[in-house]
């Protein structure tokens, strides 16, 4: 099956610094990709739509400027928390749509702690 | 604005019971539905993706319905293990491929 995968898988931060999560499909090419941000016993949230060689598409109070997106190629989108801060420590879990196919594979998800 | 809501919030079941786990949405303008299993900690895995076309896909012990028309959707699953202890997250997708989560469903199975 499609697989996706997310590094790191864990990361630890002082505030005020700059994290930057990847998000790879495996062994298929997706030209949309997603990423989601979940809260302790919270469910996913979208935060924005990568779309390979063009900007992101940011969900309504997700700050573009502070979440920086980029999918320069059908395999790779990677997610920058800029000037990260405490209440930004989340997990963050991308996904990934193929080409001819309704479903998204998920990566396993990054947990992010911001000192 | 779409907006998902799983009942029962948490489930705590002896193996062996068959369960029912639903999920409505407000929007019923959707293309499908998927239902995902979210272990602790973990990411999600599809467990099955039902066409707004369709009524209802199979896998395994697992069944999901869907009825459009009203919103709603079910999970059914057959003689529960143990190891079907998760949260269950159900998904209606529109024709911008984005996915609205619901605020899912804890699920344990005690042996």
């Known amino acids: 099956g499609a697989v996706v995968s997310q590094h790191p898988s864990r990361v630890i931060c002082k505030s005020g610094t700059s994290v930057k999560i990847e998000c790879r499909s495996l062994?298929?090419?997706?030209?949309?990709m997603f990423w989601y941000r979940q809260f302790p016993k919270q469910s996913l949230m979208l935060m924005a739509t990568?779309?390979?060689?063009?900007?992101?598409?940011?969900e309504q109070g997700v700050e573009k400027d502070k979440f920086l997106i980029n999918h320069a190629s059908l395999t790779l989108s990677t997610l920058t928390v800029t000037s990260a801060h405490p209440e930004d420590s989340s997990f963050y879990i991308c996904?990934?749509?193929?080409?001819?196919?309704?479903?998204?594979?998920f990566g396993p998800g990054t947990r992010l702690t911001v000192l | 604005k779409q907006e998902v809501t799983q009942i029962p919030a948490a489930l705590s079941v002896p193996e062996g019971e068959n369960l029912v786990l639903n999920c409505s949405f407000t929007?019923?303008?959707?293309?499908?539905l998927q239902w995902f299993r979210q272990d602790p900690g973990k990411g999600l895995t599809s467990l099955l993706l039902?066409?707004?076309?369709?009524r209802e896909q199979t896998s395994g012990r697992l069944n999901a319905s869907l009825d459009k028309s009203s919103g709603r959707s079910t999970l059914y699953i057959a003689a529960s293990q143990p190891g079907d202890s998760a949260t269950y997250l159900c998904?209606?997708?529109?024709?911008?491929?984005?996915?609205?989560f619901g605020t899912g469903t804890r699920l344990q199975v005690f042996p």
């Open positions: 998904a209606p997708g529109g024709n911008t491929d984005k996915l609205i």
């Open positions: 039902i066409q707004s076309s369709q």
């Open positions: 929007d019923s303008a959707i293309y499908n």
């Open positions: 990568s779309n390979e060689g063009s900007k992101a598409t940011y």
């Open positions: 062994d298929f090419q997706a030209t949309t």
């Open positions: 996904s990934a749509l193929g080409l001819y196919t309704d479903t998204q594979y």
